[in-house]
């Protein structure tokens, strides 16, 4: 290796924003997650199989405009939930625990960068992974059953896309904040990525189960869950006895606990070492 | 004062007075263990040596600096700035190199160095050549296009020093930067250091290896027990025993027993050695170094030296704790 003789040179460069800092990790994790194969596999199968064949199908069938069915159809469909499931698991499994592993997390917060910067940065580069899956799929669904409408009300398509645009930050966001707790408890990705999938799985599992004796079990199952936060956004009726307070509750249950939790863990993990 | 510091906090129009690091009556507990029991310390510009024995509270104490963790009482300023109101600006213009593993292992040299430029605020186009330029200067060459994986502790130990210096920082913390490396990879790190303080930087080395902070640094500290027990300028703490003298004489054996005697009679003897017709003494001085030699003349020895007794910093380190 040997050293050259290069004295030490200073930088003199205008420093960036404190509060901007952050994009620099969703930058990184959103590049990051596109050279893995799997999770391009995954998308791309997942896109092809959820997306793709309905759009060729509705566009190609003839209609006066773009209906909220059409979407219902395509977001209640079981295999988006599979997929996104998978999707998420695998975007979120080593967003904190790689760091964890390394002992990297230290060198992010010894520097001017706060603990829920952080964070942000890492969940919006989830999200926008994400995204390509589960944001711009639907919406390239409703534009082009739009396009392909042969009714003149635009109006009521555009509507429909606006709802779309509602459900499809909804499914996006929805998996994160778990998929980033889990990854903080551990210093394995292949645990996270399986404890994610297995959480949400479970979930439907026991939903199933006590659905039986009340239909408001089956809040407990994220795939319900979701489903019945499309029907709200499209307008459609929910089933009878089901408890709007119990849907508020387990969303937020699975959204703002899992963030402060993650949080905190980074605090903790941060100084640990 | 620090020079290079006088920037810190230039981002927020802020002027800064006062030392480099300065820390008064710091307190930290985990529980029922005191880190740091009212720790007191002047840190001076260059290169200052953080010693300690394990647990002693040197890392908690760095962590305190960087805000990390939030001490339970005392104040701790950094170019003139409170380390709790002022954590983001001071974080700008400090580098911290840990002394445990930390790097993203899936990521090359290069990328790690850039990326955590970019987190330390600078852009995109600075952040890519500067990593160059400071990989060059570590003496990483091809290798900042391999994962950082595939490296060995002491090339991961020279992309720790350049992730820290990337931003160009005017402090700069160094947690046993010489962990792990072989004799030439310590050598070369330990001229790097040098190197980086000849930048008008001011460094704080933790380190174990006392041979190494004798030889760069030029302030010590020593903690125990979450206390600074002991603190000044190499110089002075190694020659810490104010007068002590080494004298080396020489003559025929029986002339250096009457030599010696006479020393034991008329100064304060330390201690006294004898091998190959020479003997070494160490003694604290009475009065005018002339009435030993007149001594000596009178003896029939010749004094073939006179000098200060320097402690070793080992010696020093010891006794301190």
Redesign the interface.
């Known amino acids: 290796m040997g050293l050259d003789p290069i004295r030490y040179k200073p930088w003199n460069g205008q420093r960036t924003e404190h509060a901007k800092r952050f994009l620099v990790i969703t930058d990184h994790v959103f590049r990051q997650k596109l050279r893995s194969k799997w999770l391009l596999g995954i998308i791309i199968l997942g896109s092809i199989l959820v997306w793709v064949f309905p759009i060729i199908i509705f566009s190609l069938t003839p209609h006066d405009s773009l209906t909220t069915e059409v979407m219902l159809e395509t977001l209640q469909n079981g295999l988006l939930f599979i997929f996104v499931l998978i999707a998420a698991s695998l975007v979120c499994a080593d967003l904190i625990s790689e760091d964890l592993r390394g002992n990297s997390l230290v060198l992010y917060l010894y520097r001017a960068l706060r603990p829920e910067r952080y964070l942000l940065g890492k969940v919006l580069g989830a999200l926008l992974v994400l995204s390509l899956f589960t944001f711009i799929p639907p919406i390239a669904l409703g534009v082009a059953v739009m396009a392909t409408q042969t009714g003149p009300d635009y109006l009521a398509s555009m509507e429909v896309i606006g709802r779309t645009i509602i459900a499809a930050v909804l499914t996006t966001i929805f998996f994160v904040p778990v998929g980033v707790m889990l990854s903080s408890f551990t210093t394995k990705r292949t645990y996270a990525a399986v404890g994610i999938f297995m959480f949400f799985f479970t979930m439907t599992i026991v939903a199933g189960i006590f659905s039986e004796s009340d239909i408001n079990w089956q809040l407990l199952g994220p795939g319900n869950l979701l489903n019945y936060w499309y029907d709200i956004i499209f307008s459609e009726p929910l089933p009878q006895g089901l408890s709007l307070a119990g849907m508020a509750l387990m969303t937020f249950v699975l959204i703002v606990p899992p963030v402060i939790v993650t949080y905190w863990r980074i605090l903790s993990k941060g100084v640990g070492k | 004062m620090n020079d290079a510091l006088r920037t810190v906090g230039q981002?927020d129009g802020e002027k800064v007075t006062g030392g480099t690091v300065s820390a008064k009556d710091v307190v930290m507990r985990y529980g029922n263990i005191m880190a740091l029991d009212h720790l007191s310390m002047e840190i001076p510009t260059g290169i200052v040596g953080l010693l300690g024995p394990n647990g002693a509270g040197k890392s908690t104490f760095i962590?305190a600096v960087?805000g990390?963790?939030e001490p339970q009482g005392g104040t701790i300023t950094v170019g003139g700035l409170d380390s709790r109101q002022n954590?983001?600006?001071i974080?700008?213009k400090?580098g911290?190199m840990?002394e445990?593993?930390?790097?993203?292992?899936?990521m090359t040299g290069v990328e790690l160095v850039s990326?955590?430029g970019?987190?330390?605020?600078?852009?995109k186009n600075?952040s890519i050549p500067?990593s160059h330029?400071v990989l060059?200067?570590?003496?990483?060459?091809e290798e900042r296009y391999r994962p950082i994986s595939s490296y060995s502790t002491?090339?991961k130990q020279?992309v720790k020093l350049a992730?820290a210096?990337?931003?160009?920082p005017d402090l700069l913390f160094l947690d046993e930067p010489t962990n792990g490396m072989d004799p030439l990879?310590r050598e070369?790190m330990l001229?790097?250091i040098g190197?980086?303080a000849?930048?008008h930087?001011s460094i704080l080395v933790s380190s174990h290896i006392l041979q190494d902070m004798e030889r760069v640094c030029e302030h010590v500290i020593i903690i125990n027990n979450g206390r600074a027990v002991a603190q000044g300028s190499l110089k002075s703490l190694l020659g810490a025993q104010e007068g002590r003298m080494r004298l080396v004489a020489r003559g025929i054996p029986e002339d250096l027993a009457s030599f010696v005697k006479v020393l034991e009679r008329e100064q304060r003897v330390i201690s006294t050695s004898e091998e190959h017709g020479q003997v070494t003494v160490v003694l604290v001085l009475k009065g005018p170094s002339g009435e030993l030699f007149a001594a000596a003349k009178n003896a029939g020895v010749q004094v073939r030296s006179l000098t200060s007794d320097l402690s070793t910093l080992e010696e020093v380190f010891i006794r301190s704790v």
């Open positions: 981002d962590k960087l990390l963790v954590v983001l600006t974080r700008d400090v911290y840990p445990h593993d930390c790097l993203v292992e899936l990326y955590f970019m987190i330390s605020g600078m852009s600075d500067r330029e060059d200067f570590v003496g990483i060459g002491g090339m020279r992730q210096i990337v931003h160009d990879g070369e001229e790097l190197r980086i000849a930048g930087k």
